[in-house]
């Protein structure tokens, strides 16, 4: 069947980390559903989200500004002349694109279109994934249509018309893959105990260095498999290690490493296998990882990277483990032996796993895409019934 043709506009805006992208692409992936061609991105070419963006055939309309320097030099006068020029190019956009709406994700990036929708007076919609907002979220959240707000701590400190909690939005495949299809396509058994360590590019060093000793632990232990994404920048150090330390059969390659016990890849084109197809989760405290996590039904070890902006990884994981879905620790506590002992406590304790299971279980029944999705249509008055 054909799809419906609108002739809505809409601007998307958020960049530098995937938080503030991959909500973009939720949404942007629905619209293209739901038949809606003229769909912008305003980003900034040097970052991450350009690349992401360009894969998916989207118009990408660039802005230079950066992150703000916390130190009055050089630097900062830098950053406000072009924020000037980027929000300057930004008038431009809308003058010529006439968007209807746009949705911005929060961080600097999108600062100069939610600068530029409040002159030209365009609706805006705006979302946050973490449980301490940022900047741009607390400062513009009052001129917009509405907020939504991942976790529902975030919200004493958003003043909006309109504030809803419908978490992170995530790939569909969250809620239309089984745990049995995921590991059947990994080649993963139904009864063995499998555990996975997301690492990163980003301040993960501490993680991955437990994870080489639990695999190095389980190595000889039958059904138990470990999966490992050991990040892009991590992986040849990841691997050189694990060579020195097992010995035996393995397959090594340049991307990947597979043994008896263990699926290490510096990362996973499908990541949604290996989350649906773990018992349990080790990873960072990043809100788009923990809401997959919870989309999957999941218990998780959370490991915030302390040093990530407001300390807002803090607050994710804080949030998941008063919820009574996650154990947290401490990334200077993070130890192989730590490591290594949590798990076997969860192995050996199915009744324990379950309770962490169940709290999770609770927490995303259906794909926050869709909700969000009716506010952004809402805003630009749009047909909101879902096709």
């Not at 991955?208 to 150090?237: C, P, R, S």
Request: charged share 25%.
């Amino acid at each position: 069947m054909q799809k419906k043709q609108h002739t809505k506009t809409f601007f998307l805006t958020g960049g530098g980390t995937g938080g503030h992208i991959y909500p973009c692409v939720s949404m942007l992936n629905e619209l293209k559903n739901r038949g809606y061609s003229d769909i912008y991105y305003v980003g900034n070419s040097k970052n991450q989200e350009y690349s992401v963006i360009s894969a998916i055939d989207t118009p990408f309309l660039d802005v230079p500004v950066f992150g703000m320097p916390r130190k009055p030099d050089f630097k900062l006068l830098k950053w406000i002349l072009l924020l000037f020029v980027s929000v300057l190019k930004c008038l431009g956009y809308a003058l010529k694109y006439k968007p209807d709406v746009v949705f911005a994700t929060g961080g600097y990036v999108s600062a100069p279109m939610v600068i530029c929708a409040n002159i030209l007076k365009i609706p805006y919609v705006m979302h946050d994934s973490d449980a301490h907002p940022g900047i741009v979220t607390r400062a513009f959240s009052g001129g917009a249509k509405a907020v939504n707000l991942a976790f529902s701590e975030a919200n004493r400190f958003v003043k909006a018309k309109k504030i809803t909690n419908f978490k992170n939005p995530v790939r569909d495949e969250f809620f239309k893959v089984s745990r049995d299809e995921a590991r059947k396509e990994l080649q993963i058994s139904a009864d063995e105990f499998c555990v996975l360590v997301m690492g990163g590019s980003q301040g993960a060093k501490t993680v991955n260095t437990a994870a080489i000793g639990l695999v190095e632990h389980y190595k000889n232990i039958d059904n138990v498999k470990i999966i490992f994404q050991t990040g892009k920048k991590n992986f040849d150090v990841v691997i050189e290690e694990l060579k020195r330390r097992i010995s035996g059969d393995f397959n090594a390659g340049v991307d990947n490493f597979e043994s008896k016990n263990a699926i290490i890849r510096p990362y996973f084109e499908k990541m949604y296998l290996p989350i649906l197809a773990a018992d349990v989760v080790v990873s960072r405290a990043g809100s788009l990882s923990i809401s997959e996590i919870l989309a999957a039904k999941k218990p998780a070890i959370l490991v915030p990277y302390p040093y990530a902006a407001a300390d807002h990884q803090r607050m994710n994981a804080r949030e998941i483990e008063k919820l009574g879905a996650a154990i947290y620790v401490e990334d200077a506590d993070l130890t192989e032996n730590w490591l290594i002992g949590t798990v076997e406590d969860l192995r050996k304790n199915p009744e324990k796993l379950a309770a962490l299971r169940k709290k999770a279980e609770g927490e995303i029944a259906e794909n926050p895409t869709f909700k969000i999705l009716e506010l952004v249509l809402e805003a630009a008055g749009a047909e909101t019934d879902s096709v």
